[in-house]
């Protein structure tokens, strides 16, 4: 009995590529095929899982006409080769989680009449999802705050399914870190690049925090050239941590970047988070998604231009001064949180590509 082909547009960061797996990962019964970019994460992450395709294809940038000649280009060569993919692989349906590799999923779907599912993680959809909503057969978002940017465009109704994690967020995960249960513990992440920006700001902070008996697990990630500049028994400084969902359930507070999956892995770990969105974010979408979970009351935040590390040190002294409002924000957190949003989207891939059943 043959599977159903799902095609899965899915590029760039984790941001898009990890709900991708995650939905992927919730339909077995499915021979899925990846479309991808050379040289971006997925030719890491997919290979070995998933037979991968690339297309060389980048986003438009800027306002020059020229200058977008050389994109637009790559997007007609794209759209062309993942329509002959879908003909040679006898693809049913795309599934894609937006960014510019979404076009040309969507697009050569479109053409040759297959359905499509396009989720959009972010509270600002992004001007690929706005511009090619209409043309899929069904939309979901992971923050309803983004459907008033969409559901006039669409012409159908927008599914709000948050946004898929990696399964190990939905259950209780050890902390293989030797920091003792009674310690406060705050863990400052910059997103899968790094934050040099924000390591200097939270360096400057470190020391106080530290005198009150505090530890700080604090992810500089690789480009951080004063990553180690600073020492103390209580200070755990990594590139990068793979258990983050046991860490960030064992953590009093988190300093974060304000990207779509970390602020839903703080929603399901119940984590009251300190956000500074990434300034340089396409459409300062950051600043849209921390919004969401600063009116909740489960976040507050500062823009990167506003941090001082004075400020910063006292700010997160005074939440380390006040339980209470620590447990106010992290049940503030997992009042948004939705724990079936893998499923949710796995069950709308089925709706739109039915499983095989024998006669």
Known sequence: MARPKLLIAASGTGGHLFPALAVAKALPDYDIHWLGVPDRLETQLVPGIYPLHQVPLQGFQGRNPIAQLRPLGQLLGAIQKTRTLIRQEGIQGVFTTGGYIAAPGILAARSLGCPTLLHESNALPGKVTRALAPWCSQVAVGMAEAVQHLDKKTGRT??????????????????????????????????????????????????????????????????????????????????????????????????????????????????????????????????????????????????????????????????????????????????????????????????????????
């Open 158 to 359: 927008i599914a709000v399914t948050g946004t898929p994690v990696r399964p190990e967020f939905l259950g209780p995960q050890a902390l293989d870190l030797a920091i003792p249960e009674d310690s406060p513990l705050i863990v400052v992440m910059g997103g899968s690049q790094g934050a040099v920006a924000l390591n200097q700001k939270v360096r400057e902070a470190i020391p106080h925090w530290l005198e009150t008996g505090a530890w700080v697990v604090h992810l500089t990630g690789t480009n951080d050239p004063d990553a180690h500049s600073l020492s103390h028994p209580h200070y755990v400084v990594l590139p990068f941590y793979d258990n983050m969902a046991g860490l960030l359930q064992r953590a009093d507070l988190a300093i974060s970047r304000a990207g779509a999956s970390a602020l839903t892995e703080l929603t399901l770990t119940g984590t009251p988070g300190l956000l500074i969105p990434y300034p340089y974010a396409a459409e300062n979408h950051q600043r849209h998604n921390g919004d969401v979970l600063v009116k909740a009351g489960a976040a507050e935040m500062i823009s990167q231009g506003d941090l001082t590390g004075d400020r910063l040190q006292k700010l997160i002294l005074d939440w380390l001064g006040n339980p209470t409002k620590l447990k106010a924000m992290a049940h503030q957190a997992r009042s948004l949180a939705v724990p079936d949003s893998t499923e949710q989207l796995a069950t709308l891939v089925r709706q739109l590509i039915p499983p095989t059943h024998p006669n």
